[in-house]
């Protein structure tokens, strides 16, 4: 079986046979007439009207056939369409190009075959009308006319259909034309180029705000007169070279005049269409568009443009003169507008000054020239601070200004320049001629940002001048170093500091450094090279600190501290500064001395002493006197915490010692039990202070000092005290008693020198047994025998009692004893005896210390739950170095400065252990040369 072969025009066939639109379209009669006539004609079973598709031959009309289509590949009609004439096949068993073929072989069993191809309007073959018979048989010329015929009509059927669908296709374009012509509002124009003859649509009048019937007569002349005379040279130029050829159509933009007396842009196409005999145009056909928004939209935006271009040579503008760039804007500015005068203006309060300006000659400006600001244009703008506009003044609401009548300016635009949010004066351009359109959004927004340019140039500029004065107000040096790979440097800026460090000018070391590096300590010169070399290998911030000087008496401490940047050079340029640290640099060697000399004797004092966290107790640090008393060795200390060291006993202290921490952000002194590593304790006075690191976390630092050793000594000390006194005790009595018979002359009358040494005995002796009274009394205090009942009483009687006994002492002193009225009548919680030994013994003192014909003063005050009994006196007062002491046993201020005043130094130490046994308190007030006031305090009862 042979494939039938493709026609050398198929895919033009292809198309025509898709513009019938007959596939796999419905039976149609007109085709079935003509097969059914085929069939008894020629007495055949099988007469089809064949359509030859891409890849099947489908069916249009069929009879004796029940399939509609069969492939390409097998189809018979597929040879017969290369063809123009019939295909006739008389026996195909005997053709060798169809005896395989399977519907040869197989149904409809096709033994004979005649088909005659028909074809377009345009001669592409469409299909076939053929007849097929399952017999042999042989076809006449008559029988292949007829077929023809048939063929024929089956042709002229689909042609007909062809030309009646171009018929609408040209109804329905041209309707199409109308609407657009129509939706579009484009004006049509017809010229005979000839004779002038025009004719316009409606459009093409109302473009121009006319009516057709307005303009009748119309010609070409008409679009003449309307036309803007200094378009109509360009539109003939390009009329002639259409003419010529030389252009395929005739196309220009031009202006028309508008019956309102503006002009519109339309745009103008056309074409000849029809040429004289002797080639020259005859009939014209064109388009007007009314383009009107479209050029003023292009003028806006080449205006925009313009703008830009403006702005960007501006920004890259780089002259460093700032009244050179801002003279250039203006310069530009005016050209853009179109106005001849441009100013910057300053106002001050109520006066406008001209900063820079552009103006024609003659125009009579002056740079800083002034003007009282409400008779400037500007003074139209300050009042809303936004741009302001006016083309033509004289037709503007602005008309009756005072400005106008001054300056006679017709066009004016202007912008407020703003400096870090205060007004700093205007950016203006004006003329004395008027504009004939407005100022466009486009030309406002220039002048907008051309102020906000000329603000952003004055604030660099006054950024600038800032900048130099805190540079020149700066200590240090601000610099720029820089370091060529061929090991060049220098620094190519320098603030004016530079000289008061290294004695050297900024234009000295702007090409080479060395001179710098010369005033280096020798020392610290291989320091600071090694971290510059070290920087520009990381490129990681450079600090350094090192000395610099001119002798070996003047050297300086400096620190440096730059961020290099890699240039493309491959240099490395450092930004950064140097600063004097002389000062700050030699005390913080001096605080490192100090704090490496406190360690020392941290580490090499007796005391124990501990840092602990406030919060946790944890000890942070320990020295090895604390180490060794407790047998704990740092790292087991180390994992306790403060609380740990302190036997239960004394625990009831540490809430005290909370209470001051948390009051006077210290504590102490406090004998506390420490615990030993080994079970035991020992005894120690402990104080400490509150500090804050500087993390802000409170620690404390506490001062452990084993007392066992005078724990010891007191307890050995006590013992013979109280040894002593009770041995001398019984023979001093009676010494003492005997003494004062003899001096009372109950034994007789003594001689008078007998009688002086009886009496010093007398004296000595009774001081002695007051020594041995006060000391039992210390000891039994100290060790708690001595009996203390706190009960309420009257406060009053006691303090009379006391001064009743000791007015014959004072008396014998010559001071006198006065208790202060009112005196509060109160009841406080004591042991009466035990208050009035202790009232006892600061009264003795004040009278003894006081001056002959002095006065002691007895004064009581109530202080919320606490009376309090001051007794004051008027003596020399208490030595600022004794008053740390002064309530200690057996002290006393100067052994040669009270060597007349007879006392045992026991007296104050028995009255603070009195009144800190009934829960009160003693101290006192002194002031050189004016006395001094020892007090008592007590519980109040309510």
């Not at 540079?471 to 008061?500: C, K, M, N």
Request: charged letters at 25%; aromatic letters at 8%; a negative charge.
């Amino acid at each position: 079986m042979k494939t039938p072969a493709t026609p050398p025009d198929e895919r033009a066939r292809k198309r025509a046979l898709d513009r019938t639109g007959l596939l796999d379209s419905s039976p149609e009669e007109r085709f079935d007439r003509l097969t059914r006539l085929a069939s008894r004609a020629l007495g055949v079973p099988i007469a089809l009207v064949s359509l030859v598709d891409t890849d099947r031959q489908w069916f249009k009309s069929r009879v004796g056939l029940s399939a509609s289509e069969t492939g390409r590949d097998v189809s018979f009609c597929g040879h017969a369409i290369r063809q123009r004439e019939p295909l006739i096949i008389e026996d195909t068993h005997a053709d060798p190009r169809f005896a395989d073929n399977p519907l040869v072989v197989g149904a409809p069993f096709i033994r004979s075959y005649a088909g005659m191809p028909f074809c377009d309007s345009q001669g592409h073959c469409l299909g076939t009308l053929c007849v097929i018979d399952d017999q042999p048989r042989s076809f006449s010329e008559r029988d292949k006319e007829t077929l023809a015929d048939l063929a024929s009509c089956v042709e002229r059927e689909i042609n007909l259909l062809d030309e009646s669908d171009y018929v609408q296709a040209l109804r329905d374009s041209e309707r199409r034309a109308n609407a657009i012509i129509k939706g579009t509002r484009i004006g049509t124009w017809e010229w005979n180029v000839q004779t002038g003859e025009t004719v316009f649509n409606e459009r093409w009048a109302n473009i121009c705000g006319y009516t057709l019937s307005e303009l009748e007569p119309v010609s070409i002349s008409t679009w003449l007169d309307l036309a803007h005379p200094e378009d109509l040279q360009e539109s003939e130029k390009r009329l002639n070279a259409h003419f010529r050829g030389e252009l395929p159509e005739y196309d220009f933009r031009c202006r028309m005049k508008h019956r309102k007396g503006h002009w519109v842009w339309v745009h103008d196409r056309g074409q000849v269409i029809e040429w004289t005999r002797d080639g020259k145009p005859l009939m014209m056909y064109g388009t007007h568009a009314d383009i009107t928004a479209e050029m003023e939209n292009l003028t806006r935006i080449q205006q925009q443009n313009q703008a830009l271009g403006n702005l960007n040579k501006l920004a890259l503008d780089y002259d460093s003169d700032d009244d050179n760039r801002i003279e250039n804007a203006l310069r530009m500015g005016c050209e853009f507008l179109n106005l001849p005068i441009g100013i910057v203006s300053e106002i001050n309060s109520s006066i406008y000054s001209i900063r820079w300006f552009v103006a024609p000659e003659g125009a009579g400006l002056q740079r800083d020239m002034r003007f009282p600001l409400e008779e400037t244009y500007c003074s139209m703008l300050l009042g809303s601070r936004e741009s302001l506009a006016i083309p033509h003044m004289a037709r503007s609401r602005y008309r009756n200004q005072k400005c106008y009548e001054v300056f006679g300016l017709e066009s004016y635009i202007a912008a407020p320049i703003t400096v870090r949010g205060q007004l700093f004066g205007t950016l203006n351009f004006s003329s004395p001629e008027h504009r004939e359109e407005d100022f466009s959004s486009t030309e406002i927004t220039y002048v907008t940002l051309l102020a906000r340019w000329v603000a952003s140039v004055l604030e660099q500029k006054l950024s600038n001048e800032m900048l130099t004065k805190l540079v020149e107000q700066t200590p240090g040096v601000l610099y720029q170093y820089r370091w060529w790979p061929d090991g060049r440097s220098a620094f190519p800026f320098a603030s004016p500091h530079i000289r008061d460090i290294y004695g050297v000018t900024s234009e000295e070391v702007r090409e080479d450094a060395s001179g710098v590096f010369s005033r280096i300590h020798p020392d610290d010169l291989p320091t600071v090279t090694e971290t510059i070399e070290q920087s520009a290998r990381t490129l990681a911030t450079w600090t350094c600190q090192y000395r610099v000087g001119s002798s070996s008496e003047d050297w300086r401490w400096l620190e440096g501290r730059s961020t290099p940047e890699r240039m493309p050079d491959d240099s490395i340029v450092w930004h950064g500064y140097i600063a004097d640290i002389d000062q700050s640099k030699r005390t913080e060697l001096a605080l490192q001395e100090s704090e490496t000399q406190l360690r020392r004797l941290y580490e090499l004092s007796p005391i124990g002493i501990a840092l602990n966290n406030y919060l946790t107790g944890e000890f942070l640090e320990v020295n090895d006197a604390l180490l060794s008393p407790s047998g704990y060795t740092r790292q087991q200390l180390k994992a306790k915490n403060f609380h740990d060291l302190i036997k239960p006993e004394s625990a009831p202290r540490l809430n005290q010692i909370l209470e001051e921490l948390k009051d006077h952000q210290r504590f102490g002194p406090h004998e506390l039990e420490i615990c030993r590593a080994d079970g035991g304790s020992y005894p120690a006075s402990v104080r400490g202070m509150k500090i804050r690191n500087t993390s802000g976390i409170p620690l404390i630092w506490t001062l452990v000092e084993d007392i066992s050793e005078r724990k010891q000594v007191d307890r050995m000390k006590s013992e013979f005290i109280s040894t002593v006194s009770h041995e001398l005790r019984t023979p001093l009595t009676s010494i003492c008693g005997s003494l004062g018979l003899l001096e009372s002359g109950t034994a007789g009358v003594l001689p008078e020198q007998a009688q002086n040494l009886v009496t010093i005995a007398h004296r000595n002796g009774e001081q002695l047994q007051q020594l041995v009274d006060d000391l039992l009394d210390m000891e039994k205090l100290v060790s708690g025998k001595m009996s203390v009942d706190r009960t309420p009483c009257r406060v009053i009687p006691i303090i009379h009692d006391v001064i009743d006994r000791l007015q014959t002492y004072a008396t014998r002193r010559s001071v006198r004893i006065v208790l202060d009225s009112p005196f509060p009548d109160e009841v406080a919680m004591a042991d009466a005896r035990r208050l009035a030994q202790a009232l006892t013994n600061l009264l003795s003192n004040a009278v003894k210390f006081s001056p002959e014909n002095g006065q002691v003063v007895v004064k009581g005050k109530c202080e919320g739950t606490h009376l309090r009994i001051m007794v004051a006196d008027h003596g020399s007062g208490v030595p600022e170095e004794f008053r740390e002491r002064i309530f200690e046993k057996f002290a006393q201020a100067d052994s040669s400065a009270t060597r007349g005043k007879r006392g045992t130094g026991l007296g104050l130490a028995i009255t603070r252990e009195i009144m800190t046994q009934m829960g009160g308190d003693v101290g006192f007030e002194s002031v050189a040369g004016e006395g001094s006031t020892f007090w008592l305090d007590l519980d109040r009862v309510p």
